[in-house]
């Protein structure tokens, strides 16, 4: 999905401080949410996303700086008159009500008759996929309904945002590969901004337009999935999201938006400015590059860029994909290296040299 | 055989604990004045004279108007310390919570004395009223231990939950955690009655003129010949108070079960 310019801003941070004490929990976070956008918080444990979204919630209040929501500024209104929802990480399930009563819940102030309520209730019920679901008692329910009723109780008030704090994270792997393409067919269907809390990459890789990785308080790169997973502006950036192998590599010349460079196992080569971003300070020049750029060639494949030596340190066997832990020549760290094994796999052992093909393009230099 | 040992260890211990107890009916029922073997036959004639003893009708109802009143005082305060020490962090808080249940483990007769002594130095009359304050004392600390059980079992986002579903912190206190701490409270309440109701010493040392249930009956073993109605006395106090705490229980029990929380282990 593409935003255009006309897309109203549904959420700005303005400059946002949160203390803690002498705890500095956001450091000045300044972003903007559009309206109608699938919007991911990603980062590790600790890093003030939860935070961040507690805010916009109405739960925490903010040191500095300011939140609006739909342009208007949230300073001193309560959780309970924000256009916002949330689906909690625990669902917070009233366990003492039915399901029905659970997504009616926020309805109790709604002026609409008995009749018409407990229809927007059974249509909340059967958005989520819980027709027919509503006597049963919410402590009997299993963690994917939970979810299901979390969501139908959020999204029957029709907020203007979806809080989602971590809402995958107490299911299975299965179900939670299912709940991400749920959620990204509702969000589609109901056209509400969602904001989700996530630590895991993959998942905020699949489910969201865009993208916020956040670092000790601070949001480190803000872009939509492919630029983050191609083009991370940090080695801090590229370390959190997959897998990306380092070689030390030198800075020889910069001209024209050109930067040529003397990488280890690569020899000399000539990128541009857009695969450049920023390696910790004090850190030596790196090339990074993701396992799936590199390939190794088999029985006289020919490369379709370049082709560099290496010897096979590790092969480690996934069914649907094979690590190779492969030693380019002229490097002393094992870099690694994944192929799609969907002709089965010629074997390779230990130890044997092979041929690996690669290009320029897919590489990011950190200076 | 080990087990063989423990098995003889058990049984001894069970009836160290309720032969005393199992006694009390077997002489409640015996006719004859003495406590002692062998059995004289069965009467019910004890029974039926509690109905003729207008000085024990008169202590039963001051135990029961005292142990209604601070099983009500006892578990409002214990609902306030719950709540503040389970959802709030302020500074000295364990601290302040430690004093709270200490009168839990104090000896009960210091407490008493104290209390006595404040009393009589604020000139206040000794009555039922200074007896519930005692019992108020005593039974706050076994409600707190009650309900901080069942305020900590509670998700704090439920509450947040209901905020952000357009509840006020009230409404949603409410309609929320008040419903979730129900059995918790319910327990509370039948445990300190239970407490109050058989507790001697404060009332012994602060009903002044009145009497209590057990300060009567510990006055009614001067008279060798009302021992048997004290045992009948006895019996049906005993049954009462099983019944109580097996209520309490079975309403805690089910709270866990409603909330779908585990059980951490009550008092039964």
């Known amino acids: 999905m593409t935003f255009s310019a006309e897309k109203s801003n549904m959420i700005e941070f303005k400059d946002v401080h949160k203390y803690y004490g002498d705890y500095h929990a956001l450091r000045g976070i300044t972003a903007t949410i559009k309206a109608g956008e699938f919007f991911s918080l990603l980062g590790p444990s600790g890093c003030g996303k939860t935070t961040l979204l507690r805010t916009i919630a109405g739960f925490e209040g903010i040191s500095s700086g300011a939140v609006m929501i739909d342009g208007k500024n949230m300073e001193g209104v309560p959780a309970n008159q924000r256009p916002t929802n949330m689906v909690f990480q625990s669902y917070a399930i009233f366990p003492h009500l039915t399901v029905e009563q659970n997504v009616g819940f926020g309805l109790r102030k709604d002026p609409r008759s008995k009749a018409e309520k407990a229809a927007a209730v059974a249509e909340a019920l059967e958005m989520v996929g819980l027709k027919g679901y509503g006597a049963r008692a919410a402590h009997a329910l299993s963690g994917g309904q939970r979810q299901r009723v979390a969501l139908a109780r959020a999204l029957i008030l029709k907020p203007k945002v979806l809080l989602l704090d971590e809402p995958l994270s107490a299911l299975d792997k299965k179900m939670r590969e299912q709940m991400q393409v749920e959620l990204i067919k509702l969000q589609r269907q109901v056209g509400i901004t969602f904001i989700l809390v996530t630590h895991d990459q993959e998942e905020a890789l699949v489910m969201s337009d865009r993208i916020a990785v956040m670092f000790d308080g601070q949001i480190a790169q803000l872009a939509d999935p492919e630029t983050l997973y191609r083009r991370p502006n940090s080695k801090q950036v590229a370390d959190f999201i997959g897998t990306m192998n380092f070689l030390p590599a030198q800075i020889l010349a910069e001209a024209e938006g050109r930067v040529e460079v003397e990488a280890q196992g690569f020899g000399r080569i000539s990128l541009t400015a857009d695969q450049v971003s920023v390696a910790p300070a004090g850190a030596n020049p790196a090339i990074g590059f993701r396992p799936e750029t590199l390939t190794i060639l088999f029985d006289g494949q020919q490369p379709q860029d370049r082709e560099s030596m290496a010897t096979v340190e590790e092969v480690v066997y996934y069914g649907d994909m094979t690590y190779y832990d492969i030693k380019l020549d002229g490097t002393t760290a094992p870099m690694r290296l994944s192929m799609r094994n969907v002709f089965g796999r010629p074997v390779l052992d230990i130890g044997t040299r092979a041929r690996v093909a690669w290009s320029p393009g897919a590489l990011v230099l950190f200076r | ?268």
Request: charged letters at 10%.
């Open chain 2, 1 to 268: 055989m080990k087990g063989g040992w423990f098995r003889v260890y058990t049984l001894a211990y069970l009836v160290f604990l309720y032969a005393p107890i199992a006694l009390l009916p077997i002489f409640a029922f015996n006719n004859a004045t003495t406590v002692a073997f062998p059995l004289e036959g069965f009467t019910a004639k004890w029974f039926a004279k509690l109905w003729e003893e207008p000085e024990l009708h008169r202590a039963l109802r001051n135990s029961l108007i005292i142990a209604c009143s601070s099983s009500v005082l006892a578990t409002t305060l214990g609902i306030f310390a719950s709540r503040a020490s389970t959802r709030y962090r302020f500074p000295g808080k364990a601290g302040l919570m430690g004093m709270i249940m200490l009168p839990l483990v104090l000896p009960e007769i210091i407490l008493a004395v104290a209390l006595l002594a404040v009393m009589l130095g604020i000139g206040m009359p000794l009555s039922l009223f200074t007896v519930i304050l005692g019992h108020v004392l005593v039974c706050t600390p076994f409600s707190i231990a009650i309900l901080s059980a069942a305020f900590q079992s509670l998700d704090q986002s439920l509450e947040e939950a209901a905020y952000d579903l357009g509840e006020t912190p009230i409404s949603a206190f409410r309609l929320i955690i008040l419903p979730l701490v129900m059995p918790g409270i319910i327990s509370s309440l039948l445990i300190t009655f239970t407490i109050s109701l058989d507790e001697f010493i404060m009332a012994f040392f602060l009903a002044g003129n009145e009497n209590t249930l057990p300060v009567y009956i510990f006055g009614q073993f001067r008279f060798p010949q009302n021992v048997p109605v004290i045992l009948a006395l006895g019996t049906i106090l005993v049954c009462l108070s099983i019944a109580l705490l097996a209520t309490a229980e079975y309403f805690r029990r089910r709270g866990i079960a409603k909330t779908g929380g585990k059980d951490t282990g009550g008092f039964l």
